[in-house]
């Protein structure tokens, strides 16, 4: 499947100011007094909000993945995440 492409000034925001961002555009949807035009672009832009949170949110894990424990369980590094 091929990626979302992602807008650079969605790609800068942080997973905590997107997700933000796209509960305001669902709410604003939701509340169905959005003209057809802007609503067709609110939801572009929310999707894009939303591939963008999945990406930051599966980065992440793929790090706690990486995590290295001892034999006795206790966190003692991580590996090089490779991230495509």
Request: hydrophobic content about 40%.
């Amino acid at each position: 499947m091929a990626e979302t492409p992602i807008a650079p000034d969605i790609a800068a925001l942080s997973f905590e100011d997107a997700l933000r961002e796209l509960e305001t555009i669902v709410r604003h949807l939701e509340g169905g007094q959005v003209r057809l035009d802007d609503a067709v672009d609110a939801y572009a832009r929310g999707s894009q909000l939303k591939a963008h949170c999945e990406r930051r949110l599966a980065e992440a894990r793929a790090k706690i993945e990486r995590i290295t424990l001892s034999p006795d369980g206790q966190a003692q590094g991580v590996q090089p995440l490779d991230v495509a």
